[in-house]
């Protein structure tokens, strides 16, 4: 019985209403999700490693020494990736304070590791709800602002927003399984209408391919070290169905964008 027990396979550091939580999982410690980042980076290496409850050492035979990235959003695992990781994916909106924060966590936790904090890229994620009706488009902002607020509340804090509505556990009730992956993102928007529009600003892209292109716009120009950006669709397309957002934002945003800023 000596020693810890192993981390547990198949776990992830998340929110609270991520997949894992619904398939009645909790998310793994930072620390394991650490542990599992440099067992990763050997097996990538080719090299033999130990896994947890496994008979024998595993080794892949068509390794390659590929980067590894993490997804984070809380500080401790922003802090992590920056210690073990060669990429960090930051999901914390898009307002200026809190990529601000985020990236200077990533790059606290390299030099605290000895690394070179300019080494570990950085790449942000973002809700993007690509739509002409912009009352249907400001309604799902909302819907996104509040899953924010559900799991990190912290994320209100530095901008100085308040919620000046039911509290979002009471809110909750109305919206399953929560305010992010809701089939009803129009519906949960309406929940909470009483967040402004500064708040809605504050988290997703929206509006028509003018205005997205106008947000991205601002972030990429705001000097921030951000080498990738992951657009994600909401509501997400249906898995192998057609996709009108993708063909739109290749066709109507990436042009755009690319002009503005090499002009």
Same mark, same amino acid.
């Given at each position: 019985m000596g020693g810890p027990a192993p981390c547990p396979v198949g776990r992830g550091a998340g929110s609270p209403s991520e997949p894992l939580q619904l398939m009645g999982r909790s998310p793994a410690a &930072?620390? /394991? @999700?650490?542990?599992?980042v440099t067992l990763t980076r050997e097996l990538l290496r080719g090299a033999e490693v130990e896994v *947890?409850?496994?008979a024998r050492r595993a080794q892949l035979t068509h390794a390659a020494p590929v980067p590894v990235w993490v997804a984070a959003g809380g500080p401790r695992t922003l802090r992590m990736a920056g210690w073990v990781a060669d990429g960090v994916f930051i999901r914390v909106g898009r307002h200026p304070a809190h990529l601000r924060a985020a990236i200077d966590a990533v790059r606290a936790g390299a030099a605290q590791a000895g690394r070179n904090p !300019?080494? &570990?890229k950085i790449g942000a994620i973002f809700h993007t709800v690509l739509d002409d009706d912009? +009352? #249907?488009?400001?309604?799902?902002s909302r819907s996104m602002a509040a899953g924010? /607020? +559900?799991?990190? *509340?912290? $994320?209100?804090d530095a901008p100085g927003f308040e919620w000046n509505g039911p509290p979002v556990e009471e809110l909750k009730a109305k919206v399953w399984p929560d305010f992010h992956h809701t089939a009803g993102l129009r519906q949960s928007g309406q929940v909470v209408s009483f967040l402004p529009d500064e708040v809605a600003d504050a988290f997703a892209l929206y509006g028509t391919p003018t205005m997205i292109t106008g947000q991205l +716009?601002? &972030? @990429?120009? !705001?000097?921030? *070290?951000i080498s990738v950006v992951v657009t994600h669709p909401m509501p997400a397309p249906l898995s192998g169905g057609p996709s009108p957002y993708l063909d #739109?934002?290749?066709?109507e945003v990436i042009p $755009? $964008? #690319? +002009?503005?800023?090499s002009g």
């Open positions: &930072v620390a /394991c @999700l650490a542990d599992a *947890p409850g496994a !300019d080494q &570990v912009l +009352e #249907r488009a400001a309604l799902i924010y /607020c +559900e799991y990190s *509340p912290r $994320l209100f +716009e601002q &972030v @990429l120009g !705001d000097g921030l *070290p #739109r934002f290749a066709a $755009l $964008l #690319r +002009e503005r800023l």
